[in-house]
């Protein structure tokens, strides 16, 4: 079986920084794209950011240039790093990915509990 598990979320002033880690265990065989998105009450979730198994990456406009995507294939971790955060970041963030477990060949989409991100004015 396989779970996304984040952590890094919490509260803080705006201007200032957080890094939310996401871990994949289990029995997987790879792992394809992974992703956060974000959710506020009664709104879609929003992707933020991907970063591709062979490092391509991408961000929502929002953030570009005070976010940064990165992964550790080691690790099966991704991690989000939020620097300069604004009010409008406050969010539950969800780690997203694809992964092809061992018990077939196909890719599925796992998807993390969610860890909440509050920044204050």
């Known amino acids: 079986q396989v779970q996304l598990v984040e952590s890094g979320g919490g509260l803080v002033q705006a201007g200032g920084s957080l890094r939310l880690s996401c871990v994949a265990s289990?029995?997987?065989?790879?792992?394809?794209?992974m992703r956060w998105y974000r959710q506020t009450p009664g709104k879609q979730r929003d992707l933020v950011a991907y970063?591709?198994?062979?490092?391509?990456?991408d961000y929502v406009d929002s953030v570009k240039g005070r976010f940064t995507i990165s992964r550790d294939n080691a690790k099966n971790t991704v991690y989000l790093q939020m620097n300069s955060l604004k009010p409008e970041d406050t969010a539950v963030y969800y780690c997203?990915?694809?992964?092809?477990?061992?018990?077939?060949?196909?890719?599925?989409?796992?998807w993390g509990q969610g860890t909440q991100v509050t920044v204050s004015s």
């Open positions: 997203n990915a694809e992964i092809n477990p061992y018990t077939d060949f196909r890719l599925y989409d796992y």
């Open positions: 289990g029995s997987i065989r790879s792992i394809n794209a």
């Open positions: 970063i591709t198994a062979d490092g391509g990456i």
